[in-house]
């Protein structure tokens, strides 16, 4: 029997990568990806060459009984384009099945940009929220924003470049001049910690329209900046 190893690789810096992953990498059998070629370039950087499976989110329902075939066997590791995997990514349904199927589940930690915006951001991190990526249509983004900015809780999320005017319009509207960070391309060349309000930060994007990868991060309703 097999060990399904969850595999967090870069969010942008190679470098940031563990020695742990590598080593895990280097000796699985099988490596199930988001996306088979954006790995085998990571592969490929560290001097890696493994077997690959594509496990994403239009195919997973379909992989499962073919990874879980592979976990009688061997080992088997599991990576996202970056990140950890199965955290807004492919990998749910897989973990969830070699857990009720017996298979050990192993955790190899690393770069995560929800954690990595949290903690850059001056905002309370003793408890949050992550909410993913938010809903598309208006009314249910408005009803998630205005639940969340209830909520004594920092929380977090990841945004597009192209919506993210949008859902500050929505919370400059629902939660008004509440302290937030919005974290950009993270651990890349470009990157940046925009702080401000849902309005200031509207304004700014609409004279510089964002790029890259964004990381939402908004205080809860009781923060002040005076808060210890």
């Given amino acids: ?13 190679l470098d940031d990568i563990t020695l742990r992953a590598v080593h895990v990498l280097e000796s699985a059998p099988l490596i199930a990806a988001e996306d088979t070629r954006h790995t085998l370039k990571l592969l490929t950087h560290f001097g890696l060459r493994r077997p690959l499976i594509s496990l994403h989110a239009h195919n997973e329902a379909r992989q499962l009984e073919t990874i879980l075939n592979r976990l009688e066997q061997h080992d088997v590791a599991l990576v996202s384009d970056a990140g950890t995997p199965a955290l807004s990514d492919p990998g ?6 070699a857990v009720a199927a017996g298979y050990p589940v192993v955790p190899v930690p690393g770069p995560s ?7 850059s951001s001056g905002l309370p991190t003793n408890q949050f929220t992550f909410l993913g990526f938010l809903p598309r249509k208006r009314g249910e983004l408005e009803r998630v924003i205005k639940d ?16 993210v005017q949008k859902t500050l319009a929505i919370m400059a509207s629902a939660l008004g001049p509440r302290s937030l960070v919005v974290a950009r ?5 470009h990157e940046e910690f925009l702080r401000g309000t849902p309005a200031t930060l509207l304004e700014h994007f609409a004279k510089s329209p964002p790029r890259g990868e964004l990381t939402v991060v908004v205080a809860g309703s009781d923060w002040r900046a005076s808060d210890e």
């Fill in 113 to 119: 940009a929800v954690l990595a915006a949290l903690v």
């Fill in 185 to 189: 391309e993270i651990t890349k060349v």
């Fill in 92 to 97: 749910v349904r897989l973990v969830s099945a």
């Fill in 1 to 13: 029997m097999g060990t399904l190893y969850l595999v967090a690789t870069p969010i942008g810096n």
């Fill in 148 to 163: 969340a900015g209830e909520a004594k809780r920092t929380f977090v999320f990841f945004e597009s470049p192209h919506r």
